[in-house]
């Protein structure tokens, strides 16, 4: 009898131990997903395109949202259904397609975290004043570190959850200060005065394109949840990740909205141009440009993580040692070496170079979403096991297909001049 009290006793506690342990990663790749979103490209495309467009940037921002939506609710339940990377489950569909995907998957998670290494040291640079090559490369061995600590995937969790949080309030009170016009933003989401495709697929680049599409599908395979059982529970969570995103980017724009529509002008000419801290120094002198500091930094040390993170699973298509464990974290911490050394060598990267690679991923956006998509309609028999894949996740999603293709194709000469902005 005592021995049974006892081993009830224990097990509660184990119990609960089990499920804060699955809902951890869970929750981290919801914030993963959203962080890497928000990332310092997210934030100087939001304030350049909201300087040069105005309110009728809120279109670009919905349909972006849109796409969010059609693009992670299919990556995510393909995913968790197969319990597959995205590499090896586009292999398993289209022969060496998930080797192409993950080189330029890899090739774009590269050029995103030099730029994301950069936006750290110009984050410390305006909260701390540290020089910002010593602010890049003090981000870059704060992310290392987190990866070589003993429970890694806990820390990123834990890490990620907090700093989107804390950029999320900090810039909901630069937006209340701010005082944009609501009512245009609100009118011109829907009928904007203006619709520039290069701008809209340069934003969904730099918040679903790339390596973010799979940041948080990714993160939610360690959970162990995957499976047909759990496709209720992995739609919920990719819903609330791109929420999270939608919401951060939507405040963001009212912020900077609301600066230009006082009449203040942001300076977008010259490699050192900063529309971002410039809108939030507008708004509260000194005091904005610290804050816009701790968000911009903590915008630029979780993207670190998720590009580096993300790029590194993607590896495991040309060798499954590097699937998890040590060898994972080795590479994520190379990853991030590379980038380091590459922005110590060429400086700090212009909002140019920044606002580029979105665009580059929003044009290579549409290549994985093919191949998966193809499965969903094509592959539910061998690839998905018999799953009966929902025929209006595929409608959704193929819509949102078509019209990244076509803005890609109406988008590729002016996304490559960004270089020469």
């Known amino acids: ?13 184990a119990l609960a131990t089990g499920r804060r342990s ?7 790749a919801i914030f993963l997903m959203a962080t890497s979103a928000i990332g310092p490209g997210f934030i100087t495309q939001t304030a350049t395109f909201t300087a040069t467009l105005g309110a009728a940037f809120a279109f670009a921002i919905l349909l972006s949202i849109l796409i969010d ?25 289209v022969p060496f397609s998930g080797h192409v995907l993950t080189v330029l998957i890899v090739v774009g998670g590269l050029a995103f975290n030099i730029g994301n290494i950069a936006g750290g040291g110009l984050g410390l640079n305006a909260l701390l004043g540290l020089d910002p090559k010593v602010g890049g490369l003090l981000t870059a061995v704060l992310a290392i570190a987190i990866f070589l600590f ?37 009118r011109q989401t829907f009928v904007p005065d203006t619709v520039n495709f290069a701008t809209i697929t340069t934003i969904v680049g730099g918040t679903v394109g790339g390596y973010i599409t799979y940041a948080g599908a990714h993160r939610y395979l360690d959970s162990g949840q995957t499976g047909v059982e759990h496709v209720r529970d992995v739609h919920r969570a990719s819903v609330t990740g791109i929420l999270v995103t939608g919401i951060m980017r939507y405040v963001l724009f009212l912020a900077v909205l609301g600066v230009v529509a006082s009449g203040v002008v942001l300076d977008l000419s010259g490699q050192a141009a900063n529309p971002a801290g410039q809108a939030f120094g507008a708004v509260l002198g000194d005091a904005g440009i610290r804050i816009f500091g701790a968000i911009f930094w903590a915008a630029s040390i979780t993207s670190v993580i998720g590009a580096a993170y993300t790029s590194s699973t993607f590896l495991s298509t040309f060798s499954r040692r590097l699937a998890g464990g040590w060898p994972l974290q080795l590479t994520t911490v190379a990853f991030i070496v590379v980038s380091l050394v590459v922005y110590l060598a060429i400086g700090t990267a212009p909002a ?21 998509l193809y499965i969903g309609w094509f592959r539910q028999r061998d690839v998905l096991g018999g799953y009966a894949y929902p025929k209006w996740l595929l409608v959704v999603g193929t819509i949102a297909l078509a019209i990244s293709y076509y803005m890609a194709s109406r988008s590729i000469g002016p996304v490559f001049d960004f270089l020469s902005a």
């Not at 009898?1 to 506690?13: F, W, Y």
């Not at 609710?73 to 398993?92: C, E, Q, Y």
């Open 1 to 13: 009898m005592t021995g049974s009290n006892s081993t009830q006793e224990s097990g509660t506690p």
């Open 22 to 28: 699955r809902r951890g990663p869970i929750i981290g």
């Open 69 to 93: 939506f059609a693009v992670q609710m299919n990556v995510w339940r393909l995913i968790t259904v197969t319990g597959k990377r995205a590499g090896d489950l586009a292999n398993s569909a």
């Open 150 to 186: 003993k429970r890694a995937g806990t820390v990123v969790d834990r890490v990620v959850v907090v700093l989107g949080v804390g950029m999320i309030v900090m810039t909901v009170v630069v937006a209340v200060i701010s005082a944009p016009p609501v009512g245009d933003a609100f």
């Open 352 to 372: 140019a170079l920044l606002v580029f690679v979105g665009g580059f991923n929003g044009l290579i956006l549409p290549i994985g979403m093919t191949v998966f």
